[in-house]
């Protein structure tokens, strides 16, 4: 068991955990669809599988300088993400919650799991890991904004 939370592979897990049940119960439900350039949809979703598939090969450093406060911050994260899905599944789905600010963070959906993955590229010890959350970042806010506009 201590192997798993030491495993990069727990971070693509506990991110894909609220999708699951938004594609079996929302996804076909999730109202109009907004024209993203195929271009930036093709970048986002190559940026998506790289940082979904990295942490798979390596593992979490927890005894490295100022891990504490990177594991802070991902549970941290985590608990914006987690929140704002919960928000979501609670109003019954509505597409406006997807993007709607929460505490102050505007589109949490976005900008929760992005700061997960660059501090989880700290505890990988990944400039590969950090590379990919930067570019999926910057990607998938773009496209983010777009749709929810």
Not at 37 to 51: D, F, G, K, Q, T
Request: aromatic share 12%; glycine share 6%; with cysteine.
């Amino acid at each position: 068991m201590r192997m798993i939370f030491k495993s990069g592979a727990i971070i693509p897990l506990v991110l894909m955990l609220p999708n699951l049940p938004w594609m079996l119960f929302y996804s076909a439900r999730a109202g109009q669809t907004v024209a993203v350039p195929l271009a930036l949809s093709l970048a986002e979703n190559v940026a998506r599988v790289a940082v979904l598939a990295l942490p798979c090969f390596y593992p979490l450093h927890l005894k490295r300088d100022h891990s504490t406060l990177a594991l802070l911050g991902m549970v941290a994260a985590l608990t914006v993400y987690y929140v704002a899905w919960g928000r979501f599944f609670i109003g019954g789905g509505s597409v406006a919650l997807l993007s709607a600010p929460l505490l102050g963070i505007p589109s949490p959906l976005a900008l929760a799991p992005v700061a997960l993955l660059v501090l989880s590229s700290y505890l990988m010890n990944s400039w590969w890991m950090f590379s990919a959350a930067l570019c999926f970042g910057v990607l998938h806010v773009w496209v983010s904004s777009i749709t929810s506009a």
